[in-house]
């Protein structure tokens, strides 16, 4: 008759290396239970010197009839602009932006249907220049000739490509900071970040707009902000 005979450090090595197994499998589910996924944002702002302003003005007339608009509002769009071109030379870019001719409506006190009164004529240009010195200047130069509506003054960077980085770069940076300041403030440690999710940079303006009358209007500059968010998805567990 053939007995089995197990060798008992056979079945001592098979012992230690299903418990070595378990131990591992169970080490592995514990990590991963205690593992927590926790979004932190991070914000930073750059502020930068604009080297670029653009200038949005233009004419407004009216009139009775639509090409009585027109022709009035051509005629003072023309010394406009020769005026601007005069005045700024080949240092500046004047463009056309907008030229609207509408009616002008009455609309009855009582409901009903409305009546044409006249009719109105826009025509807007924009003056691109890298000199902010004279902004003022320029306004009042588009005045004297006959603009009557100045719609926006925007003060820009030719590229703006370092300060977004930049502030993507610190917004990461106070992200990262933000998720270490949990971690060690509940006795957690930081795993690695799943995922990053950011915001376009977007650059703003700051300006100071201001009128005088009798004097030369001034327009101050400010900076140009530019703010960028960066969200971080980071995975913590607790301290061994």
């Known amino acids: 008759m053939n007995h089995l005979i197990i060798s008992p450090v056979r079945l001592c090595i098979s012992a230690s290396l299903a418990f ?4 591992s499998r169970a080490d592995a589910e514990a990590v991963g239970s205690a593992a927590s996924i926790i979004r932190v944002t991070g914000e930073a702002s750059v502020t930068s010197r604009p ?8 004419v407004v007339t009216r009139g009775a009839a639509a090409q009585q608009a027109a022709t009035e509002n051509a005629r003072a769009a023309q010394n406009v602009l020769a005026s601007l071109r005069k005045a700024l030379g080949p240092r500046a870019t004047v463009e056309t932006i907008s030229y609207v001719v509408q009616p002008d409506y ?4 009582q409901g009903g249907e409305p009546t044409i009164t006249g009719y109105t004529a826009t025509n807007l240009v924009r003056v ?3 000199d902010l010195s004279n902004v003022g200047a320029v306004i009042d130069t588009a005045a004297r000739a006959g603009a009557n509506q100045v719609n926006q003054i ?4 030719k590229d703006d490509s370092a300060a977004k980085a930049n502030a993507l770069r610190g917004a990461a940076f106070d992200a990262r900071a933000k998720a270490n300041s949990l971690a060690s403030a509940l006795g957690l440690q930081v795993v690695r970040i799943h995922s990053v999710d ?7 303006p700051l300006f100071d707009l201001a009128f005088r009358s009798g004097a030369s209007t001034p327009i101050l500059p400010g900076g140009i902000e530019t703010t960028a968010t960066v969200t971080l998805a980071v995975e913590f567990t607790t301290r061994r």
């Open 20 to 23: 070595a197994l378990f131990a």
């Open 51 to 58: 080297d670029r302003v653009t200038i949005d003005l233009g």
């Open 106 to 109: 009455q609309y009855p006190p």
């Open 128 to 130: 691109t220049q890298d």
């Open 154 to 157: 925007r003060f820009l960077l």
């Open 198 to 204: 950011e915001s376009s940079p977007t650059p703003r």
